[in-house]
Nanobody, 123 residues
């Protein structure tokens, strides 16, 4: 059974940093796309970043957030710097089932999801 488990969320002041982790189990994801999405109350799920054959970032986080993977490819990280109150949301880790696929900004293209971790940025 595939599981994605996020950790590292919390409360931080504006301008601060947080590092989220996503640990995958149940299969190897070294050749699969892993990504991060976020959802604030009353808003749609928003693409944040993805790592596969390349990397991609949402426009609102480009230059501030960095996605990375461990050597085995089964843990994804999201380093978040210069955080803003608008970054407050539940952050979800996701992975695509098929191998060697391009990164995608569409939530429906991801097959596995974590339970989410809350990130709150105070002003």
């Amino acid at each position: 059974q595939v599981q994605l488990v996020e950790s590292g969320g919390g409360l931080v002041q504006a301008g601060g940093s947080l590092r989220l982790s996503c640990a995958a189990s149940g299969r190897t994801f070294s050749r699969n796309v892993m990504g991060w999405f976020r959802q604030a109350p009353g808003k749609e799920r928003e693409f944040v970043a993805a790592s596969g054959l390349g990397t991609d970032y949402g426009d609102s986080v480009k230059g501030r957030f960095t996605i990375s993977r461990d050597n085995a490819g089964n843990t994804a990280y999201l380093q978040m710097n210069s955080l803003k109150p608008d970054d407050t949301a539940v952050y979800y880790c996701a992975a695509r089932r098929l191998l060697y696929r391009s990164t995608s900004r569409v939530p429906g293209n991801y097959d596995y999801w974590g339970q989410g971790t809350q990130v709150t940025v105070s002003s």
